[in-house]
Each structure stands twice: as structure tokens, then as C-alpha cells.
């Protein structure tokens, strides 16, 4: 008997498991039309309620991947991928890709832009002029065969399936699911064409999950979904309790990445973006334990090799490559005029920051997205002077604002003295990174 949607609705409604096949009927008939919108929603919200059991998540995930092009990297060596669950301030692809690539490892890096309070890379790489970030699917294999890396924007045609269940999902409430979150983010990279994956799951107030623990969960999902269908891979937990870094806002985390990749730059997008080479390096196996990796990843950015490669990549996506010599940053990477501060209104410790008001003040100021098709402005930007657990004084600059206008950027001053709070008392500093999560041993049965 052919797939019947009512019967796969009632499924999951009572909480039973689908087959392969049920799975594979839905997807299919997502993509020729006849599951019609209300019917994938009632479905959705049946599994958000309900859940998805481990096999039904790889039958979901395999379907979605194939519905569309799945890419066919060239064969010259294990190539890795990395996603970030999304952040404020996290320009760490535009350091990582490059730095990988310079030690032999192909990376084929497919990216979106910022939508909502999180930033995007697409967004970020289009402030350097000329920087073609839609490249064909042939020039993106082309390119990663011949310089060992690539940073493209999603072509439509992959998981095309996904974006149709994403779309319902958005529009009926039912994003926040483990179980079709992790189906969501694996399909991509699957039909990305990568060998293995590294992730990079935030947790705090400007990220996805918000606890700690929701991210481990989430972490274990994705790390274990991927490998089970033949994608090694790790999932390496990192904090948006604060933004990451110095900067947020597109062309400002450019030159900050850039800063990162000369052997300069903020010791926490250092760190960060060290932690996740070192995973890619291990997970392709070039090198024989983490203090190596380490320590090639450390050279290439020391060395001066990464940065090489960034404006490599850049000239070869159309870039103007001397956006690697800070002296043209001021005609490359222009930063907005006006300029604004929240400053300490007491003495202190910093106690909290609230991360999503940061990205969301960025994205008032024209740094990003209401909706998909509006245009952005790349020269506005935050810079954070303050990380929770420092001490401050009264007049101390804690945030520095650069608005297109004086008015604008003054009332994000505005807006944002309310988003930090600062106690009398002395107060821990929040860890940047947590644990790294590794599939699980499959235990031999005796
Ligand atoms: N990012 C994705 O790609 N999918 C989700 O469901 C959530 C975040």
C-alpha cells in the first residue's frame, strides 16, 4: 500500500515509531505536494510533543539530506565541516576555515546569513568588496580542490525538504524540538558533502539553548545522529553567556578574525577558534594527540600560513586580498561614524550581559535582519569592554556604540545601559568553553 499522511499523522499523534518507508513517503510527498501544509504541521507538532526516537531521527535526517543535491566532494583527503548552533560576536569560521586549510585539511564551508539576533557569515565575508558568497556548486568544488577551502551562502537546491519542514516549523511554534532541531542541522552538513563535522553548540542568553544542559543534551543529539549515519564527529561546548570577543557587527568581526589570523586579536575568539581547529585536526587525523594538533593549529595562526590563506580565498571569491594589511582597513572595512558609550554608572563587578540585547541592538542599528530580503549595514557595530566578573568603575566605558547617525546611536546607548547589570559584590567569571562531547563507545558484547 502506498504512504497514507492521515495514518502517519495518527502514528506519531499516539506515540507510536514510523518505518523507513512512512518516513521516506512523507519527505517525498513534502517535495511533489501532495502532503499538503496543514498536514506536515499537525505532523510536526505531533513529533515536538511526542518525540522522535533515535531511528526515526536517521530515517528523517537521510531522507532530508537526499532531498536535493547532495554535494560530492573531490576525493583529496578527509574533509571537515563546522557549525555553530549561531552567536553574537562569533566570527570564528571566518578564522577557523582558513587556518585548517593551511594545514592540508579541505574544508568546504557552507554558511548562512544572520537571521534575528544572531549574526551570519555570509553577511560578515560580504563586507569585504567584491566578495562573491554564492558561488555555483562547481566553482565551490573547484575551489576547495585547488586552495583547500571554500565559504559559500546555502545553495537552495540542498535539503531542500528541510527548509520547506523549517519554514512550518517556524510559523507553528515547534522549532525548540531536539529531535527535529538535530534532524535540521544534520540533513544540511550531510547533503554539504563533508566527511566529518565538528560542532560548535552555545549555551547562555544569546544562543539557542539557553542552559547549559540543554546544550550538552543538544550536543549528544547531533554527535550522535551524525555518526551513526557514518559522519564522525564532536560537539564542543562554548559560552554566549557574553558575547565572543571584542566586536559584534559584520565588517568590525572581520577585521577582529583578521586580527585572530596575524596572531593578535582577543584572547577569547583566540581560544575558541583554536579549540575547534585542534577538534577539526584530530578528527581528520593529522595529528597523533591534542597537544599536537594544538600546537600545528597554533603555528598557522603564529606562523602567518592562515592568514595566507584567507586572502587567498578571498582573491579567489572575487575579495580585494589587501583587506589582510590593516593600513586599508579605514577604505576596505569602514566602520560606521557616530559614536556613543554605555558607561559604569557605579563602582563594581559586572554581573551579567545580556547578549540577545546586543545582537538585537546590532540588528537595530541596520547590522542585520528584520526580514530575509533586507539589505544590511555592514559598518555598524558593538564593541564590548566588559566581561562578566571584571571589576568596574564609575565612568568606565562598558560599551561602545557606532551608529550610522548620532541619534542612532545614541539611543542603543540607550536601550543597552539597561541590558548590564553590575553587583556590589565580587562575582565568578563564566567559563568560555565547556566539555567536548565524543560519540559514544559502542560497548562489545561479550
Ligand atoms: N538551526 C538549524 O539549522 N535548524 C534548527 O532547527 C535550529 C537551528
Same mark, same amino acid.
Given at each position: 500500500m502506498g504512504f497514507n499522511i492521515l495514518k502517519f499523522i495518527e502514528v506519531k499523534r499516539d506515540g507510536g515509531e514510523h518505518s523507513r518507508s512512512d518516513i521516506e513517503g512523507f519527505v517525498n510527498g513534502l517535495m511533489d505536494g501532495s502532503v499538503k501544509d496543514y498536514q506536515a504541521a499537525a505532523w510536526l507538532m505531533g513529533a515536538f510533543i511526542r518525540g522522535l526516537t533515535m531511528s526515526e531521527m536517521s530515517y528523517l535526517t537521510t531522507a532530508l539530506a537526499n532531498s536535493g543535491d547532495v554535494f560530492k566532494l573531490p576525493a583529496n583527503g578527509f574533509s571537515v565541516d563546522k557549525?555553530? =548552533?549561531? %552567536?553574537?560576536?562569533?566570527?570564528?569560521?571566518?578564522?577557523?576555515?582558513?587556518? +585548517?586549510?593551511?594545514?592540508? !585539511?579541505?574544508?568546504?564551508?557552507?554558511? %548562512?546569513?544572520? #537571521?534575528?539576533?544572531?549574526?551570519?557569515?555570509?553577511?560578515?565575508?560580504?563586507?569585504?568588496?567584491?566578495?562573491?558568497m554564492h558561488?555555483?556548486? $562547481?566553482?565551490?568544488? =573547484?575551489?576547495?580542490?585547488q586552495i583547500g577551502c571554500a565559504v559559500s551562502g546555502h545553495s537552495l537546491q540542498l535539503a531542500p525538504a528541510e527548509g520547506k519542514l523549517y519554514h512550518l516549523r517556524d510559523v507553528t511554534s515547534t522549532v525548540p524540538s531536539m529531535g527535529l532541531i538535530a534532524t535540521s542541522i544534520v540533513s544540511?552538513?550531510?547533503?554539504?558533502?563533508?566527511?566529518?563535522? &565538528?560542532?560548535d553548540v552555545?549555551?547562555?542568553?544569546g544562543a539557542l539553548m539557553e542552559t547549559y544542559d540543554g546544550a550538552v543534551a543538544?550536543?549528544? #543529539?547531533? &554527535? /550522535? #545522529?551524525?555518526?551513526?549515519?557514518?559522519?564522525?564527529?564532536?560537539?564542543v561546548l562554548t559560552s554566549m553567556e557574553q558575547p565572543l570577543g571584542d566586536w559584534v557587527g559584520n565588517a568590525a568581526e572581520v577585521r577582529e578574525a583578521l586580527e585572530v589570523l596575524m596572531g593578535e586579536g582577543p584572547s577569547s575568539t583566540r581560544e575558541v577558534s583554536l579549540l575547534l581547529a585542534?577538534?577539526?585536526?584530530?578528527?581528520?587525523?593529522?595529528?597523533?594527540?591534542?597537544?599536537e594538533a594544538l600546537d600545528m593549529c597554533r603555528r598557522a595562526l603564529d606562523g602567518g600560513s592562515a592568514l595566507e590563506r584567507f586572502a587567498m580565498m578571498v582573491e579567489r571569491q572575487g575579495g580585494d586580498p589587501r583587506v589582510t594589511d590593516p593600513s586599508t582597513w579605514d577604505r576596505l572595512?569602514? #566602520?560606521?561614524?557616530?559614536?556613543? +558609550?554605555?558607561?559604569?554608572?557605579?563602582?563594581?563587578?559586572?554581573?551579567?550581559?545580556? =547578549?540577545?540585547?546586543?545582537? $538585537?541592538?546590532?540588528? =537595530?542599528?541596520? %547590522?542585520?535582519?528584520?526580514?530575509?530580503?533586507?539589505? !544590511? /549595514?555592514?559598518? +555598524?557595530?558593538?564593541?564590548?569592554?566588559?566581561?562578566?566578573?571584571?571589576?568596574?568603575?564609575?565612568?568606565?566605558?562598558?560599551? $561602545?556604540?557606532?551608529?550610522?547617525?548620532?541619534?542612532a546611536a545614541e539611543e542603543a546607548a540607550a536601550t543597552l545601559g539597561g541590558s548590564l547589570v553590575i553587583s556590589k559584590e565580587p562575582v565568578d567569571?563564566?567559563?568560555?568553553?565547556?566539555?567536548?562531547l565524543y560519540p559514544l563507545e559502542r560497548v562489545a558484547k561479550s
Open positions: 557549525h555553530s =548552533t549561531g %552567536g553574537v560576536g562569533d566570527k570564528v569560521t571566518l578564522v577557523l576555515v582558513p587556518l +585548517v586549510a593551511s594545514l592540508g !585539511i579541505p574544508v568546504a564551508k557552507l554558511s %548562512g546569513r544572520g #537571521l534575528g539576533f544572531t549574526g551570519g557569515t555570509v553577511d560578515k565575508l560580504e563586507s569585504i568588496p567584491g566578495m562573491n558561488l555555483s556548486i $562547481e566553482d565551490f568544488k =573547484t575551489q576547495v580542490a544540511k552538513k550531510i547533503a554539504g558533502g563533508a566527511d566529518g563535522f &565538528v560542532f552555545k549555551w547562555g542568553r543538544l550536543g549528544r #543529539l547531533l &554527535v /550522535d #545522529l551524525s555518526s551513526s549515519l557514518g559522519h564522525p564527529s564532536r560537539a585542534r577538534e577539526m585536526v584530530l578528527l581528520a587525523r593529522r595529528a597523533s594527540s591534542p597537544d572595512l569602514p #566602520l560606521a561614524p557616530e559614536r556613543a +558609550v554605555v558607561i559604569a554608572e557605579e563602582d563594581g563587578f559586572m554581573a551579567g550581559i545580556d =547578549t540577545r540585547a546586543i545582537g $538585537e541592538a546590532l540588528r =537595530t542599528l541596520g %547590522g542585520g535582519r528584520i526580514r530575509k530580503e533586507d539589505p !544590511i /549595514d555592514h559598518g +555598524v557595530a558593538i564593541k564590548v569592554h566588559c566581561s562578566v566578573g571584571q571589576p568596574v568603575s564609575r565612568g568606565d566605558v562598558l560599551l $561602545e556604540i557606532l551608529g550610522r547617525t548620532k541619534g567569571s563564566i567559563p568560555l568553553v565547556g566539555e567536548i
